[in-house]
């Protein structure tokens, strides 16, 4: 018998186009997310495809996004599109929103979303916008 995943204890497939299809509902809605929506095609199809997949082997079911497109190698994937702190935080806020929804151990939720928010923080590309500038 295989050890159990994060993608078992939160309900597999099911559960992780849930997740997917409420984050992206809140990059749609949010106004506090337009900037990361505004990067985004206006069809969200392939996004929550690619999103999915890549979940769905990160957390340790079916390496989906790697059978299809190969290694992840997210921040070069992510590099045409300027991300500081503030779309990282845009990010966030959506996949907070989307976790919080789904039904998890405590314990399991915060792994997740600190793991998510360090993956996150790993895609800044960008300074700050509004970082000011110190004479030496």
Same mark, same amino acid.
């Given at each position: 018998?295989?050890?159990?995943?994060?993608?078992?204890?939160?309900?597999?497939?099911?559960?992780?186009?849930?997740?997917?299809?409420?984050?992206?509902?809140?990059?749609?809605?949010?106004?506090? /997310?337009?900037?990361?929506?505004?990067? +985004?095609?206006?069809?969200? /199809?392939?996004?929550?495809?690619?999103?999915?997949?890549?979940?769905?082997?990160?957390?340790?079911?079916?390496?989906?996004?790697?059978?299809?497109?190969? +290694?992840?190698?997210?921040?070069?994937?992510?590099?045409?599109?300027?991300?500081?702190?503030?779309?990282?935080?845009?990010?966030?806020?959506?996949?907070?929103? /989307?976790?919080?929804?789904?039904?998890?151990? $405590?314990?399991? +939720?915060?792994?997740?979303?600190?793991?998510?928010?360090?993956?996150?923080?790993?895609?800044?590309?960008?300074? $700050?916008?509004?970082?000011?500038?110190? /004479?030496?």
């Amino acid at each position: 018998m295989s050890a159990q995943t994060p993608y078992d204890f939160i309900g597999g497939e099911p559960a992780i186009r849930s997740l997917v299809d409420r984050f992206y509902f809140y990059m749609d809605i949010l106004p506090e /997310a337009q900037d990361i929506r505004s990067m +985004h095609q206006t069809n969200l /199809a392939s996004a929550k495809d690619k999103l999915f997949k890549f979940l769905s082997g990160w957390l340790g079911g079916p390496n989906l996004f790697i059978e299809e497109f190969g +290694h992840p190698m997210l921040r070069m994937r992510h590099f045409p599109f300027k991300i500081g702190p503030s779309e990282r935080d845009q990010w966030m806020l959506c996949m907070n929103k /989307a976790l919080d929804e789904i039904s998890m151990d $405590p314990r399991l +939720h915060t792994n997740i979303q600190s793991a998510l928010q360090n993956l996150a923080t790993h895609m800044i590309n960008q300074e $700050p916008s509004n970082s000011l500038e110190t /004479a030496e």
